[in-house]
């Protein structure tokens, strides 16, 4: 019996040994003895392998001999020495993978050294986040949740220094999703540099005590909560949020009450939609809306390209909103376009409310000197923001072109756009009387319908500049900061979802593709899933 069960054991493992620093006979032996046992043993990779068992002393020697970008390649497979199979055959079980057995990173001389890493020796945890592959699953949730809490607590209270300890925190978080395992003990990450000693303490104290005191604090910290609330409400800043708590405004409803007649629509419409807005948005509903866009755009002007960008871009299944960037491949054939796009779209009935913004770009906006504060993060596209009307059964179709031509025949709101489609049509005055000044957002909110509120972000980029504002408004946010700061620290260039600017050669570095972006930069190109940092 208890041979079976072993035998049973011994038969989930997927062992790739690796060959280096083994001798042949012993290799030999090692092979037969994994067979006699049936341990399934492998020569290369794959997503099966449950084990790489080696000689080697750590991390960095398995990267590169594996010829991996870096750790996070590795993805879900334990990495152990050799003895841990040996020790495994011994006693006769597999044997629980602990610490002596588990391979350190010892990454950190290299390149925490300044030592630059080559092609041929990539580093094992490259200094910049935009030139690692962060995913959005990794081991470390358990640490980056209670790190991404002490992050946000600086960032909303916002006082000196905060934006600097919220951005430690955030490099903190960021090098902990791109190790490929758990940490279990401070000594893994004691070498790290973008693990400071406040991150030290915290994490110490989760693998100790399971939680982290001064995140429990904050957690159950009542102004924390009220700034949490506040600012989750679409139009609402940090700064508004304050206000409204020194007035001593606890929940959604006193703020509703109060700011009935706000002059910013987007509060009124905030406060009256915030559950529904709360709401995740899910990955179907987000396709079936692409879909719309893409083909009420290419009615309008062929050849439009409309693409979901944002986190669903990264592999997101939910989102807090839709973000549409929209192109054409001839330059200048996108003038005009987003107006009539509105418009459309109005007469659908699938705006609620928002704001239009004109293009404001000139080439001056890319020389200008800018710090890399939040501020720096703001461009200059033509755009819409706001919120539409999701008919109820895009979260329940799978397939958009269905959805695409029941939404044909969908009814068109009561206040139908009137007028031509001409070039003069200025969305933001019209739908200012449309959504935004005419109607009670809270009796709208109450009426029986069958949409949903969700927040959109619609982007037009002209072409010469579109896989920059890819990129850019791909992220995620801290991608882009990383990426921003690096082309500003090392390559001396600025970098915007406009373009690259070549400050010493007074010249913009043209892109055609993202991956011409990645090169542009000096950087390894990384698909948009592992941009989660
Ligand atoms: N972005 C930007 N300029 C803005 C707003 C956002 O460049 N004025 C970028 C952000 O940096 C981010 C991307 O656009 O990389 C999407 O922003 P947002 O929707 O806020 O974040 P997501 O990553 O999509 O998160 P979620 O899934 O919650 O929507
Ligand atoms: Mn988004
Ligand atoms: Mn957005």
Redesign the pocket.
């Known amino acids: 019996m208890a041979a079976d069960s072993c035998e049973v054991e011994f038969n989930r493992l997927k062992v790739l040994i690796m060959p280096q620093r083994i001798q042949k006979r012993r290799l030999e032996t090692i092979k037969i003895a994994a067979k006699k046992r049936g341990v399934n043993t492998v020569c290369e990779l794959s997503a099966e392998v449950t084990h790489v068992v080696t000689e080697f002393e750590t991390m960095e020697q398995v990267v590169r001999a594996l010829k991996m970008d870096n750790v996070a390649s590795l993805g879900n497979v334990e990495t152990v020495s050799l003895r841990w199979l040996t020790d495994c055959f011994k006693a006769g079980k597999v044997i629980p993978v602990t610490e002596e057995y588990r391979l350190k990173l010892e990454m950190l001389e290299s390149s925490q050294n300044g030592n630059e890493a080559d092609d041929k020796h990539p580093s094992l945890l490259p200094e910049w986040a935009c030139q690692r592959a962060t995913p959005l699953e990794h081991y470390n949730h358990r640490l980056t949740t209670d790190i991404e809490t002490l992050q946000l607590h600086s960032e909303l209270r916002d006082q000196e220094q905060d934006y600097s300890r919220a951005l430690a925190f955030r490099r903190a978080s960021c090098v902990l999703k791109c190790l490929p395992f758990r940490v279990t003990d401070i000594s893994q990450i004691s070498n790290i540099k973008d693990v400071g000693d406040h991150v030290k303490r915290v994490v110490k104290d989760i693998l100790e005590d399971g939680f982290s005191s001064e995140v429990d604090e904050m957690n159950n910290n009542a102004w924390f909560n009220k700034m949490k609330l506040f600012t989750g409400v679409f139009g609402v800043g940090p700064s508004t949020a304050k206000k409204w708590i020194e007035r001593g405004w606890t929940s959604i409803q006193d703020a509703a009450e109060a700011e009935d007649l706000s002059k910013d629509w987007r509060v009124r419409w905030g406060l009256a939609f915030h559950e529904e807005l709360q709401t995740r948005v899910e990955r179907p509903e987000a396709d079936n809306f692409m879909f719309m866009v893409r083909a009420e755009a290419q009615r309008i002007l062929p050849g439009t390209t409309v693409e979901l ?4 871009r ?1 592999g ?1 299944k ?4 839709v ?1 549409l960037l929209i192109s054409h491949p001839q330059e200048g054939a996108e003038v005009g376009l987003l107006p009539r796009l509105l418009k459309q779209l109005e007469n659908r009935g699938l705006i609620l409310c928002g704001s239009y913004e004109r293009n404001s770009f000139t080439e001056d906006v890319l020389r200008q000197d800018f710090k890399l504060s939040q501020r720096g ?3 200059h596209f033509e755009k819409w923001l706001g919120i539409c009307k999701f008919p109820k059964q895009f979260a329940t179709t799978q397939n958009g072109q269905d959805v695409v031509q029941e939404a044909a025949g969908m009814t068109p709101s009561s206040s139908k756009l009137s007028g031509s489609m001409e070039e003069d049509y200025e969305p933001k005055a019209k739908l200012r009387k449309l959504g935004c000044i005419d109607k009670c957002p809270r009796s709208v909110a109450s009426e029986e319908r069958d949409w949903l509120a969700r927040r959109v ?1 619609l982007i037009v980029a002209p072409y010469s500049q579109y896989y920059y504002a890819l990129v ?6 801290h ?2 900061r990383d990426l921003r700061l690096y082309a500003t620290r090392v390559l001396g260039m600025k970098l915007m ?1 406009h373009g690259l600017y070549n400050i010493s050669k007074d010249c913009v570095v043209p892109a055609g593709s993202e991956k011409e972006v990645f090169d542009n930069m000096q950087i390894p190109y990384r698909e948009p899933t592992q941009r989660n940092c």
């Not at 960008?309 to 669903?312: I, K, N, P, S, Y």
């Not at 939910?318 to 909103?321: A, E, K, R």
């Open positions: 960008t944002g986190g669903f990264r997101k939910t989102g807090h909103d973000d993060q703001l461009d972000d850019g408004w791909t992220g995620s946010k991608f882009n979802s």
